[in-house]
Every structure is written in structure tokens, then in C-alpha cells.
Nanobody
Framework: VQLVESGGGLVQPGGSLRLSCAAS????????MSWYRQAPGKERELVAW????????NYAGSVKGRFTISRDNAKNTVYLQMNTLKPEDTAVYYC?????????WGQGTQVTVSS
């Protein structure tokens, strides 16, 4: 299993970023996918989750209405569109999938929201 995130960077408050996670080494369309984030000094938290076919999504309360998770099973890629970014969204963002009791993570991509 390999998960490779991209799309992070520095953005001003109110701006937007789109994160991508390219997956390989497993049957992507058979697994739900998630985005997590971890800010300095804080625990990793679930940001958004999407079912295998993309028919259902769920979001942390702090990002609901601003972030959108989506997936393209033909491209083995999951996305996180982040709008109206706030300084408190600053964190390393990780792509995740789970197979039974095993969690798989990407290397993370840094998102910094600052003026």
C-alpha cells in the first residue's frame, strides 16, 4: 500500500487549496478513504471520510461547509478541496485507509494558513 499526498503549501486566510492523494498497491475502489490532520502539539484528528464509491461523506465539525472530500476511482486518487481557509487549519494533512485493524498513511503534506 502506498499513499502519496500533494498540493499543500502556504495560503492566506480565506484562500483555497486542493490536496490530492494518489493510491497504489491495493484495490482503491474497495476501500473507504480519509483525510486526517495534525497540528503542532496536537493529536492527529479526522478531517473527512468518504465511502468506497463516494456516495457518502462525513466531516469534522470544524471544517463542515468549507472542505469537500471526493474521489476518482478511475485515477486511484482522493481529493480534499479546502475553501475559506483559517489559520487554525494549519497542519500536516495525511491520507489514510484502513484494512481491518491495519491503518495505512501517506507521508503527509504541510498546509500553512498565514498572512
Amino acid at each position: 500500500v502506498q499513499l502519496v499526498e500533494s498540493g499543500g503549501g502556504l495560503v492566506q486566510p480565506g484562500g483555497s487549496l486542493r490536496l490530492s492523494c494518489a493510491a497504489s498497491g491495493f484495490t482503491f475502489s474497495s476501500y473507504a478513504m480519509s483525510w486526517y490532520r495534525q497540528a503542532p502539539g496536537k493529536e492527529r484528528e479526522l478531517v473527512a471520510w468518504i465511502t468506497r464509491a463516494g456516495g457518502r461523506t462525513n466531516y469534522a465539525g470544524s471544517v463542515k461547509g468549507r472542505f469537500t472530500i471526493s474521489r476518482d476511482n478511475a485515477k486511484n486518487t482522493v481529493y480534499l478541496q479546502m475553501n475559506t481557509l483559517k489559520p487554525e487549519d494549519t497542519a500536516v494533512y495525511y491520507c489514510n485507509t484502513r484494512d481491518g485493524s491495519s491503518d495505512y498513511w501517506g507521508q503527509g503534506t504541510q498546509v500553512t494558513v498565514s498572512s
